[in-house]
């Protein structure tokens, strides 16, 4: 391995892309694979020893919906003999009590179990489907285990009033975490967009309300909160740097450096059938494409925060400019950042009654 | 929030060391510390069955040559770091 080259520290097993909710937020791409086209388990196992073998710690186990996987089992069990810490983040469907069981048993160390809501009548409008009681039977059963818990809330527009609420439902729980994500405007989200983005008003509570909280609650449970990056001064830095943490397989074997980046004309990813995690880190034309600092163009190539935020995110660049290699537009000093200023005046120029009827939502399907 | 030196530390369920390029890590929910030296020394003590006292009188026998009050300090400093990341239960 080249000596400025990093090791991957996890990686990404998007193990399916079925999955029983049809969130409008939901990252997955609009492109959706079948059930035909996914890997095998002792596929998965290669891969999860090949992943180890160059570093990565963790495997997060996440879809579509990884439950859905018959042989979740044995996976679960062949990515902890591989020495990797296993994470599911999970909708909590289809599952039961001693299914839960024989997955700690199998040597599970993280759940994640994600909420679309702190009430049943938001949370079912956002997935499509009625989702919102089993999440809170799951919680119940999680107490009788040895397993890190943690909450995951994505948060939008007509939810974010709600924090409270969520709150003490991990309050009356056993999870050590919670996350509130404010939803990442890729795939089924900037399809509903016009819908999820917050105003500046409930963000501005949203974040005095977070800041007491977390202050709060420390030691008792870990408070993370991700801002939209729409209302953000500077981006975030996308997956800690393209290609430089994080590798993610999708269903069928493909190697992506983030979740969305299919949505750039041009790239060719390769199958991990073909290739070991290792050819794939170190050749990759895809990984090596936005990897480093040669790519950036003013105002990025000169300015002192490259290295924090490694300008922004690809995919949101092609996303809100049409060219995947430009400053990330929702960053300040971007020259594009006007088109991102035009989507918020829009969002808070609506009157507030808007709230209050339900959108005309763009629901993801389950693919066969 | 400082804990009773006479409780004991047990690594929080989803915490547990693990390996990496022949490295001792700690790993917990979206996050992962190396351990150096003392660090991996404080953790393997974290077992539910040591007091804290008891970590602080082995550590102060293996760091002899330290000065014993900023062991001590070091490792409720550590402590309470861990505590903060929800790394530890405090067991009576
Ligand atoms: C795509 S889901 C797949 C796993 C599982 N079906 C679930 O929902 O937990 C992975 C994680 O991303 C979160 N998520 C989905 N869409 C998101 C978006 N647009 N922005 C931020 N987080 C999102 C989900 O809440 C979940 O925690
Ligand atoms: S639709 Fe919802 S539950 Fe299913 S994968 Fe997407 S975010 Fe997860
Ligand atoms: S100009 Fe580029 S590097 Fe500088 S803050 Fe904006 S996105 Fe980050």
Avoid at chain 1, 216 to 237: F, N, Q, T
Wanted: glycine residues 6%; proline residues 7%; hydrophobic residues 40%.
């Amino acid at each position: 391995m080249p000596s400025t080259l990093t090791n991957p520290l996890a990686l990404i097993a998007e193990l399916t892309h079925r999955c029983p909710l049809h969130c409008v937020y939901c990252s997955n791409p609009l492109e959706l694979q079948s059930r035909a086209e996914e890997l095998s388990t002792e596929t998965w196992s290669r891969v999860f020893q090949e992943a180890s073998e160059v570093g990565v710690l963790q495997a997060d186990f996440t879809g579509g919906e990884p439950l859905a996987r018959t042989d979740i089992l044995d996976l679960v069990r062949a990515a902890r003999s591989a020495g990797l810490y296993v994470n599911l983040i999970t909708s909590g469907l289809p599952l039961d009590e001693p299914k839960l069981a024989a997955l700690v048993e199998a040597g599970l160390d993280h759940f994640q179990l994600s909420f679309q809501g702190a009430r049943e009548e938001i949370a079912n409008e956002i997935s499509g489907t009625r989702s919102h009681e089993q999440k809170l039977r799951v919680l119940q059963w999680l107490r009788q285990h040895r397993v890190a818990v943690t909450l995951n809330f994505v948060i939008h527009r007509r939810n974010i009033d709600q924090l409270e609420e969520m709150l003490a439902i991990a309050e009356s729980s056993c999870a050590t975490r919670v996350e509130f994500a404010n939803v990442q405007y890729y795939g089924w989200a900037f399809a509903n967009r016009e819908h999820l983005l917050p105003t500046r008003e409930q963000l501005d509570q949203s974040l005095a309300l977070i800041t007491h909280e977390q202050k709060r609650l420390e030691g008792k449970i870990r408070v993370e909160y991700v801002v939209p990056d729409y209302y953000a001064k500077y981006p975030k830095p996308c997956m800690g740097g393209w290609a430089r943490k994080l590798m993610l397989i999708t269903p069928s074997g493909e190697a992506l450096p983030c979740h969305a980046a299919k949505v750039i004309p041009g790239l060719v990813f390769e199958n991990v059938k073909d290739r070991s995690v290792r050819q794939i880190w170190e050749h990759s034309v895809a990984f090596e494409k936005f990897r480093g600092e040669d790519w950036m163009q003013e105002p990025c190539k000169t300015c002192d925060r490259r290295e924090q935020d490694f300008g922004g995110c690809r995919c949101q660049a092609l996303l809100l400019t049409g060219d995947a290699a430009a400053t990330d537009p929702v960053c300040s000093l971007a020259p594009q950042r006007p088109k991102v200023d035009a989507i918020l005046a829009g969002i808070n120029a609506a009157p507030p009654a808007q709230l209050f009827v339900q959108p005309p939502w763009l629901y993801r399907p389950n693919p066969t | 929030m400082v804990p009773d030196t006479n409780s004991k530390p047990r690594l929080a369920p989803g915490c547990r060391l693990g390996e990496n390029n022949q490295q001792r890590v700690l790993l917990m929910p979206e996050r992962a510390l190396r351990l150096l030296g003392p660090s991996l020394e404080i953790i393997e003590r974290c077992d539910g069955q040591h007091t804290i006292q008891q970590i602080i009188a082995d550590l102060q026998k293996i760091y002899s040559k330290a000065e014993p009050q900023k062991v001590e300090q070091d490792i409720l400093g550590y402590l309470a770091l861990l505590q903060k990341e929800r790394a530890l239960d405090f067991e009576p």
